[in-house]
């Protein structure tokens, strides 16, 4: 027998590699004799990475001579894996070589690269132009596309030409051309422009003039000679749209879609002799109203309009819940459908936030939006008291009074009293004309020909800073009262309340306006104070509504390259992780925001959940944890939560672990740092999705306000889903 002496072996145990490149963590299996050199060797061996990492732990760049030993690493210890900054070389025009040193890794957009040289040499992005083994680069591409490699070189051409492009209602973007570009060159950077324009603009609906000439796609700047400094004017391509009368008669307007419906009715006017007041546009059984666009309502070439006109009306019945019958006179072509006699009576239900109430829907405790109008009985004596009976004012509610009454030319449903008339004009459309009736007329020929009145009306509102900080101030001590927030906690409490916190606070902020004797023009103003006033400190420490809570669409665009920005993992609050190295090749991703003292984000996180067990398989999402909506000590609203204010970084982390805890929420949390910096650039609040895929943003929800709805979600996903099956 043959005894073997085996030397004592240290013990095995695992630590973990984090890398901001990685959507995973890297489990190693080491010894206390394993060194910096062998760890690194075999993470590069298992990323299969281009690049090249260094180690780094408690804020300490490790040597490759370290041992874990040395290091005093222990079983479950974290280091972090970084980057080597992507060493690129740019030559110039004249002949200089600027070395880049470029962080991150091989996804990096082309557009960053040209931000990077553009901070070195103060060469303006737009004036860039590189290329790569003889080809031009495309600011949405990445150097992986290119296969750009460290320490290649690329060559930077700068464009010579600065041209001016001015749209119809002054706007003006400022675009670094060459003048061999053509004019369908041009285009193409109009559209890359959209989100300035806040319009889309492709290509096929610009037209471009210069000093009157309307430019071809085919020829160059240089063929119109076109100088440094030239302004283009930009309009739209105009499209045929058809007008069918009430006679059957078909007229052709020349259009763009840009032109309102009051344009629209212009032109009529113009064509046919017809009085833009009397004319009722119908589309798809809808009547088109005046200040909205014809892109607004989706109408393209050769879209046929139906013309009505409102010059007579009829009395019909209405019964309302109680079972009341009243009286109201209306327009024959109020129903352009419909034969109103044969519609003698009416049924009224209420029109509520989650649908109609209907006995049988159990909706019982749903709470009725307010009334467009107060109707009122048509008694015969009224007519001869040369009373406007069977009116109310749109804005003060009053009814049976005698005196001026203002029609609105447009809407057959809008009236103002004689004292309404001037101040709430700006409350409705500014391009409406109002009608002035100074004796009711028989409700059976009613109205025949009205002459039209335009009339001016100017808002009453806080014309000094005093008299605003004033109204700010006490604001707050209403919100803060004990009123508004028992107010605040019985619509947070109950989510099938049909009203929410923004009701309460919009409710006791026009009725503040109201009794300092302003009109309602004047919350707004307030809601916006600390803009107008952004370095004075009594407005700055107002927490007004806009300031934490307004809800807003920001800039971003659907095709638009998404936004990167820093997060923090919740496990640890020294690692940053920027958000687009979490994309992985075609594969959707799926980014959305909130906090703890939201209520409908508790409410609906078993919804969220829901979604992502659906899509997990196929879809990569997120949750940020991003400045609490409604802290107790800022912006309190009754919540069942008592969340305050970050102050720090960790106390928000705290705030999310606390968060996915109480919703047992699935979708992996990550936090907006500091500086906000996502809220700034993505404006999530209130529960909006974003949807990305290699970058490149393809849906931008729509804000939920106090409902969720998940339609636009999925929708989005299962298209993206079926292109790729296809």
């Given amino acids: 027998m043959y005894l073997i002496s085996v030397p004592n072996l240290p013990p095995v145990f695992s630590i973990r590699i984090e890398a901001s490149s990685l959507y995973y963590i890297y489990k190693a299996n080491v010894t206390t004799d394993t060194t910096v050199e062998l760890l690194l060797k075999c993470f590069q061996a298992h990323v299969k990475d281009v690049f090249n990492y260094k180690l780094n732990y408690a804020g300490q760049d490790l040597q490759n001579t370290d041992t874990l030993k040395n290091l005093g690493l222990k079983e479950g210890s974290y280091i972090r894996a970084a980057l080597i900054p992507l060493k690129l070389y740019v030559k110039m025009q004249d002949g200089k070589v600027i070395e880049l040193h470029v962080p991150g890794y091989n996804n990096r957009s082309i557009y960053i690269i040209k931000s990077t040289i553009s901070k070195c040499e103060g060469i303006p992005v737009d004036k860039q132009r590189l290329f790569f083994c003889g080809k031009e680069l495309e600011d949405s591409s990445t150097l992986k596309y290119y296969n750009i490699q460290k320490e290649s070189t690329l060559e930077l051409i700068l464009i010579p030409i600065e041209l001016n492009v001015r749209k119809k209602n002054g706007e003006v973007i400022k675009l670094y051309v060459n003048e061999n570009d053509t004019i369908h060159d041009v285009k193409q950077m109009i559209q890359k422009y959209k989100s300035m324009f806040k319009i889309e603009l492709p290509v096929y609906k610009q037209c471009l003039l210069f000093c009157g000439e309307q430019l071809h796609d085919s020829s160059t700047l240089k063929s119109y000679n076109i100088q440094n400094e030239s302004t283009l004017e930009l309009a739209m391509v105009p499209f045929k749209l058809n007008v069918k009368t009430p006679d059957g008669?078909?007229?052709?307007?020349?259009?763009?879609?840009?032109?309102?419906?009051?344009?629209?009715?212009?032109?009529?006017?113009?064509?046919?002799?017809?009085?833009?007041?009397?004319?009722?546009?119908?589309?798809?059984?809808?009547?088109?109203?005046?200040?909205?666009?014809?892109?607004?309502?989706?109408?393209?070439?050769?879209?046929?309009?139906?013309?009505?006109?409102?010059?007579?009306?009829?009395?019909?019945?209405?019964?309302?819940?109680?079972?009341?019958?009243?009286?109201?006179?209306?327009?024959?072509?109020?129903?352009?459908?419909?034969?109103?006699?044969?519609?003698?009576?009416?049924?009224?239900?209420?029109?509520?936030?989650?649908?109609?109430?209907?006995?049988?829907?159990?909706?019982?405790?749903?709470?009725?939006?307010?009334?467009?109008?107060?109707?009122?009985?048509?008694?015969?004596?009224?007519?001869?008291?040369?009373?406007?009976?069977?009116?109310?004012?749109?804005?003060?509610?009053?009814?049976?009074?005698?005196?001026?009454?203002?029609?609105?030319?447009?809407?057959?449903?809008?009236?103002?009293?004689?004292?309404?008339?001037?101040?709430?004009?700006?409350?409705?459309?500014?391009?409406?004309?109002?009608?002035?009736?100074?004796?009711?007329?028989?409700?059976?020929?009613?109205?025949?020909?009205?002459?039209?009145?335009?009339?001016?009306?100017?808002?009453?509102?806080?014309?000094?800073?005093?008299?605003?900080?004033?109204?700010?101030?006490?604001?707050?001590?209403?919100?803060?009262?004990?009123?508004?927030?028992?107010?605040?906690?019985?619509?947070?409490?109950?989510?099938?309340?049909?009203?929410?916190?923004?009701?309460?606070?919009?409710?006791?902020?026009?009725?503040?306006?109201?009794?300092?004797?302003?009109?309602?023009?004047?919350?707004?103003?307030?809601?916006?104070?600390?803009?107008?006033?952004?370095?004075?400190?009594?407005?700055?420490?107002?927490?007004?509504?806009?300031?934490?809570?307004?809800?807003?669409?920001?800039?971003?665009?659907?095709?638009?390259?998404?936004?990167?920005?820093?997060?923090?993992?919740?496990?640890?609050?020294?690692?940053?992780?920027?958000?687009?190295?979490?994309?992985?090749?075609?594969?959707?991703?799926?980014?959305?925001?909130?906090?703890?003292?939201?209520?409908?984000?508790?409410?609906?996180?078993?919804?969220?959940n829901d979604i992502y067990s659906?899509?997990?398989?196929?879809?990569?999402?997120?949750?940020?944890?991003?400045?609490?909506?409604?802290?107790?000590?800022?912006?309190?609203?009754?919540?069942?939560?008592?969340?305050?204010?970050?102050?720090?970084?960790?106390?928000?982390?705290?705030?999310?672990?606390?968060?996915?805890e109480a919703t047992q929420l699935e979708i992996p949390v990550l936090a907006d740092t500091m500086d906000n910096t996502f809220l700034n650039l993505y404006s999530p609040w209130p529960f909006r999705f974003f949807v990305i895929k290699d970058g490149i943003l393809k849906l931008v929800g729509t804000p939920k306000e106090a409902r969720y709805d998940t339609t636009d979600l999925v929708n989005c996903l299962d298209a993206l889903l079926n292109e790729k099956i296809i």
């Fill in 249 to 608: 008669k078909i007229i052709e307007l020349s259009v763009n879609e840009e032109n309102t419906i009051y344009e629209v009715k212009q032109i009529i006017q113009e064509s046919e002799g017809i009085p833009s007041y009397k004319q009722r546009l119908i589309f798809d059984r809808n009547q088109l109203r005046g200040s909205c666009t014809l892109k607004y309502f989706n109408i393209l070439e050769e879209t046929t309009l139906e013309l009505i006109l409102a010059e007579s009306s009829s009395l019909i019945h209405v019964r309302t819940l109680t079972g009341k019958n009243i009286v109201l006179s209306v327009c024959k072509n109020l129903f352009p459908r419909k034969d109103v006699k044969d519609i003698p009576t009416l049924h009224l239900v209420l029109r509520l936030r989650g649908g109609m109430l209907q006995e049988t829907s159990g909706r019982i405790d749903f709470n009725a939006l307010p009334s467009l109008m107060q109707y009122m009985q048509v008694p015969g004596r009224y007519l001869h008291d040369k009373v406007h009976a069977g009116i109310a004012c749109n804005y003060c509610g009053k009814s049976e009074w005698k005196g001026a009454r203002y029609k609105c030319s447009e809407c057959l449903d809008y009236d103002l009293c004689y004292e309404c008339i001037k101040i709430s004009k700006l409350l409705h459309d500014e391009q409406h004309n109002f009608s002035e009736i100074l004796d009711p007329e028989n409700p059976d020929d009613f109205p025949k020909d009205i002459p039209v009145n335009p009339v001016t009306i100017l808002p009453i509102l806080p014309t000094k800073k005093e008299e605003m900080l004033t109204l700010l101030q006490e604001e707050e001590k209403r919100r803060f009262s004990s009123e508004i927030q028992q107010q605040y906690y019985k619509v947070g409490s109950d989510p099938t309340s049909g009203k929410d916190w923004m009701d309460v606070t919009d409710q006791m902020q026009h009725n503040l306006v109201r009794e300092f004797g302003y009109s309602d023009e004047a919350v707004q103003l307030l809601r916006r104070a600390p803009q107008l006033y952004q370095v004075d400190p009594a407005f700055r420490t107002t927490q007004v509504y806009v300031r934490n809570n307004i809800a807003s669409r920001g800039n971003l665009k659907e095709g638009m390259l998404a936004p990167d920005c820093p997060l923090v993992p919740l496990m640890n609050d020294k690692t940053i992780i920027q958000l687009r190295s979490l994309y992985r090749p075609e594969r959707p991703f799926v980014l959305l925001a909130g906090s703890y003292t939201c209520p409908l984000y508790r409410y609906i996180s078993h919804v969220l």
């Fill in 614 to 660: 659906l899509y997990k398989n196929d879809v990569d999402f997120y949750m940020i944890q991003i400045r609490e909506a409604h802290a107790s000590d800022v912006w309190p609203i009754g919540n069942i939560v008592e969340v305050k204010e970050h102050r720090t970084l960790e106390e928000r982390l705290t705030a999310a672990r606390t968060m996915v």
